[in-house]
């Protein structure tokens, strides 16, 4: 069965440095994964995902994350934390055959002046 | 751009009401998805449909129910809300293109306080 854990429930970093919020998979198959962000009072926002292609994903905002086979790891970067960047954020790997979403338990970032 | 609406961002309701959570989307998916989301669990599914009148219980299907009559609209039920109820409550729906990539597209939320 699929699932995804991320590593950090919290994360702070100044403005200015470079984020990183880690999340390994676990899958059968070749996964896909995709990364959200959730601002505070807000829905959901897809950030990135990785469905089989280029290894390296560009998202919004700056982020962009990498898919590892070999550490079945799919961290979220980003090279400079903007104050805005303070959100929850979720690692998400699909359930293969259906379309069901298996969500990580969340990483909050916190970025300092 | 895909726009998903809920009815309330807000509602409190008492112990052993009948509650709706309404859902919207606008862009003719066939997919339609309820989670609720507590702090340090992350987000879980209580049920999703794939077609009208066609749903499929999630991980947390008990003490919910829904219905989906018209493509675009995904209702939440609880039958008679209790404490444990008390949540944030999300919607989401995407297209089934059969590749299973497909992204959701999430509501703002609903936050539901049951006293």
């Known amino acids: 069965a699929q699932s995804v854990t991320q590593l950090d429930s919290h994360v702070s970093v100044s403005e200015g440095t470079p984020v990183l919020l880690r999340c390994n998979y676990s899958?059968?198959?070749?996964?896909?994964l995709f990364w959200y962000v959730q601002h505070p009072n807000k829905g959901l926002q897809l950030l990135l995902k990785?469905?089989?292609?280029?290894?390296l994903v560009k998202g919004i905002n700056g982020f962009e994350a990498e898919f590892k086979k070999s550490e079945t790891s799919f961290h979220l970067t980003k090279p400079s934390a903007h104050m805005s960047d303070a959100a929850e954020y979720f690692c998400?790997?699909?359930?293969?055959?259906?379309?069901?979403?298996?969500f990580g338990t969340g990483t909050r970032l916190k970025v300092l002046a | 751009d895909v726009k998903v609406t809920q009815s309330s961002r807000y509602l409190v309701k008492r112990t052993g009401e009948k509650v709706f959570l309404e859902c919207v989307q606008d862009?003719?998916?066939?997919?339609m998805f309820w989670y609720r989301q507590d702090p340090g669990l992350g987000l879980r599914l209580i049920y999703f449909?794939?077609?009208?009148?066609?749903?499929e219980k999630g991980d947390i299907p008990e003490g919910y129910s829904v219905s989906r009559e018209k493509k675009e609209r995904f209702s939440l039920i609880l039958e008679s809300a209790s404490t444990n109820q008390t949540s944030m409550y999300l919607c989401?729906?995407?297209?089934?293109?059969?590749?299973?990539?497909?992204?959701?597209?999430f509501g703002p939320g609903t936050r539901l306080t049951v006293l």
């Open positions: 862009m003719d998916h066939e997919n």
């Open positions: 998400v790997v699909i359930n293969s055959g259906t379309y069901k979403y298996i």
């Open positions: 989401a729906s995407s297209l089934a293109s059969g590749t299973g990539t497909d992204t959701q597209y």
């Open positions: 990785y469905t089989s292609a280029a290894t």
């Open positions: 899958s059968s198959y070749s996964p896909s």
């Open positions: 449909s794939y077609d009208v009148k066609m749903k």
